[in-house]
Every structure is written in structure tokens, then in C-alpha cells.
């Protein structure tokens, strides 16, 4: 009978979020083009986005229910299935339905590659969960590099927009083949009772991990939409501001295994939590090279949060299963997709005040972001707290643990 190969069961799920990164970097960078050639309104480019935001927390909520049923190799058949579909459908899309269509395909492809391998990886280096998770998610920003360069040299070539999403088949075959062609582990170190799973959800340090998580998400994908904007008012290149914050992330995350190991993940998280608190400040008040230190440190300080967090439950919290890191991961995104809107509305009535101040343009749009980024600072400082308070009651949770088998905070 075939062994499992572990090595090319990673390759597989990296280069499985590689396709789901890039998605988010070319599919943002055609969304104004799509609106152009379908003669479709903001608004309606507003819905079309939201859908891939819908179907990454429901295909992560229903992928973490039927984990422990049908294993990680099923749920990455159904993810690049949607992968294959979406980005087929959205090439020869014909307008705002086949669009709205391709995205949540897409969106729920993503989800699934996350509900997959958080728990399959836990489950193949269960002495080294959180430092291999942070690892995986390495992909994630470099993902983001390689859509973006993909992106600048076949736009400079001339190439349209069906062209950069067909880039995307290339990679998502890839994995596919070896999905299909490799035997993946069965789960012996997890809670695979989805029973036991949904019960231990009522753990009061699951609830404020997933609490907490909900902060991380914010902190992390929120300020991201205004460093580029920030930053090439000083005269920056996108691309090398890209370059600066996705390169840091990914280099923080390949060597996240030593600091884990250092720190343990309480420890790793109120770090990031303070320094995340420090760069947004900052960016909310400088001007010149100094932002581009605030960006360094925003980079450093946001790319530990989402994979330690999922580390973290699948370590302090084994009884709730890849259930448990699912849910996790889901109330992130959606967070994320609820406060979008609102931080929004925030933007639109900085920027008038900007407007009102005498600002225009470029100017008045910096002036909103900085002023929202002032407000959104109080999302990492609120962590600074909780993870602090985390930090501090690690070796009774430790002890919990280890002594019990129960996953409590108190």
C-alpha cells in the first residue's frame, strides 16, 4: 500500500494557498476593469466582492463539520473543483450573474483549502503544530508577490484581464494532480468526534480565542487597503511597497518555529499585539521614510496572528478538532467582512471632513485614511490586553491541559 509522503502533501496544500492568495491580488487589481467592460456600478462590483467573502467562512464553518466524515483529501477535491470552476466561469464570464457565480465559487474554494490543511498539518507534525502552520501560511503573502508580479508583467505586456485569471489554472492543475495522486494521513493525534468537537466549542478559552480572533483579522486585512495609498503619496512604487510588507510577513512566518518555541504562542501573540498597536499608531501620524519603518513594523507584527492563532486552539484546545481551527478561522474572515462597511462609512465622512478642511484629492483621501487607521489602532491595543491576560495564565492553561485534558481558561 502506498505511504504517506508528507513532504508532497505540504507542496500540495502550499501551492494550494498560493492559488487561493492570488486570487485575492488579481482578482482585486481587475475588479475596476470588469466594471468597465460588463458596465457594472460600484455597488454592484461592491457584491460581486462580498461573495467571495461569504463563501470563505461557510465552506470553512461546513468543511470543519465534515472533517472528521470525509478526511482532508475529499475537501481539497472540493476545492479545486470550485478553484477550477470560478476562475473557468469568471474567464467567460458575461456579465454581473456569471460573475457573482464565479466569485463564490472562488471564495468557497478558499475556504476549503483552509478548512483542509490547518488540520491535516496539525495532524501530520502534531510536535510542531503551530511552528509548520505558520510555515504553510508563509504562501499566503508570497502568493500575493507572485499575483501581483504576474499581474504588472502581463498588464505592461498587454495582456487583458481573462489572461492573468487563466495564470491561475496553471498552479491550481498542479496541485490538483497531486491531491489525486498522493495518499493522505489518516487523523490518530485529533479529536475525530465531531460530537466531542462541538462540545468542547463551549470552552470559555475557545470562545475568547475566537473573540480574539475576530481582532486579529481586523488588525491585520483592515490596514492593509491604506498602506499602498499611504505610502505612494511619498513617491513609493506599489510594488515595492507590496514587496516590503509580504516579504517581511513571509520571512516572519518561514522562521516563526525558533520565536514559537522561544515565546510559546500566548507569548508570540501579545508580541504581535504590541507591535501591531506601535505600527498602526504610527502610520496614523507620520509623514516621509518614517512610514515606510511603520509599514516594517506592521508587516512584523501582523504576520504571526492568523496562523499562530489556529495553532494556538489546535494545542490548548485538541477536543474541539479541526471544528475548532475552522470556526477559528472563519471568524476572522468574518469579521472582517462585517466591519468592512462600516470602517467604510468612517472613511467617507473622514474624507469629507478632509474636504471641508481644504484638502482635495490624493491628499484628502490620505488624510481619511490616516484618521481611520487612528481609530482602528484601538483593535490591536484591545489584543495588547487580552493576549496579555493570555500570557499571564499560560502555565495554569498548560497545566489545565496536560493534568485534565480539559480546555479551559479559568
Not at 95 to 105: D, M, Q, Y
Not at 132 to 148: D, Q, S, T
Not at 292 to 305: I, R, S, T
Request: net charge neutral; with cysteine; aromatic share 12%.
Amino acid at each position: 500500500m502506498k505511504e504517506v509522503n508528507k513532504n508532497q502533501i505540504f507542496l500540495a496544500a502550499c501551492i494550494s494557498l498560493i492559488v487561493t492568495s492570488m486570487t485575492f491580488a488579481i482578482r482585486a487589481g481587475i475588479l475596476n476593469q470588469l466594471g468597465v467592460d460588463f458596465e457594472i456600478s460600484n455597488k454592484e462590483l461592491g457584491w460581486i466582492n462580498s461573495m467571495a467573502f461569504l463563501g470563505f467562512p461557510l465552506a470553512m464553518i461546513l468543511g470543519g463539520l465534515l472533517y472528521n466524515t470525509v478526511g482532508a483529501k475529499k475537501l481539497m477535491i472540493v476545492a479545486f473543483i470550485c478553484h477550477m470552476l470560478g476562475l473557468l466561469l469568471t474567464i467567460f464570464a458575461g456579465g454581473f450573474w456569471t460573475l457573482i457565480i464565479s466569485t463564490f465559487f472562488i471564495g468557497f474554494a478558499n475556504g476549503s483549502v483552509e478548512a483542509a490543511c490547518n488540520p491535516m498539518i496539525a495532524e501530520m507534525y502534531t510536535n510542531n503544530r503551530t511552528a509548520m502552520l505558520n510555515k504553510f501560511h508563509v504562501w499566503f503573502p508570497g502568493g500575493l508577490v507572485i499575483g501581483a508580479l504576474v499581474t504588472k508583467f502581463l498588464t505592461d505586456a498587454g495582456m487583458g484581464w481573462q489572461t492573468l485569471i487563466a495564470t491561475m489554472l496553471i498552479p491550481t492543475l498542479i496541485y490538483g494532480y497531486l491531491i489525486f495522486t498522493q495518499k493522505f494521513p489518516e487523523s490518530k493525534n485529533m479529536e475525530s468526534n465531531t460530537s466531542n468537537n462541538i462540545k468542547a466549542l463551549a470552552s470559555p478559552l475557545f470562545i475568547f480565542m475566537a473573540l480574539c480572533m475576530t481582532l486579529t483579522a481586523v488588525s491585520e486585512f483592515i490596514p492593509q487597503q491604506w498602506i499602498e495609498t499611504i505610502l505612494g503619496s511619498s513617491g513609493a512604487s506599489p510594488m515595492l511597497v507590496l514587496a516590503l510588507v509580504t516579504g517581511i510577513m513571509a520571512l516572519g512566518r518561514f522562521f516563526a518555529g525558533p520565536i514559537v518555541h522561544k515565546l510559546n504562542p500566548a507569548g508570540v501573540l501579545w508580541m504581535s499585539a504590541i507591535i501591531t498597536s506601535v505600527a498602526i499608531y504610527l502610520m496614523s501620524i507620520v509623514d516621509g521614510s518614517m512610514i515606510y519603518v511603520a509599514a516594517a513594523l506592521f508587516a512584523l507584527g501582523v504576520c504571526y496572528f492568523w496562523p499562530t492563532m489556529i495553532g494556538f486552539v489546535s494545542e490548548y484546545l485538541p477536543k474541539t478538532g479541526a471544528l475548532g481551527m475552522s470556526l477559528v478561522g472563519g471568524a476572522g474572515m468574518f469579521a472582517t467582512s462585517m466591519w468592512n462597511p462600516v470602517i467604510g462609512s468612517w472613511l467617507d465622512e473622514e474624507k469629507n471632513n478632509a474636504l471641508a478642511s481644504g484638502l482635495s484629492g490624493v491628499l484628502a483621501e490620505i488624510a481619511a485614511g490616516k484618521a481611520v487607521l487612528g481609530i482602528v489602532v484601538f483593535f490591536p491595543l484591545a489584543l495588547v490586553v487580552l493576549f496579555g491576560i493570555l500570557f499571564f495564565m499560560r502555565n495554569k492553561i498548560e497545566k489545565n491541559r496536560i493534568g485534565h485534558g480539559e480546555d479551559a481558561i479559568a
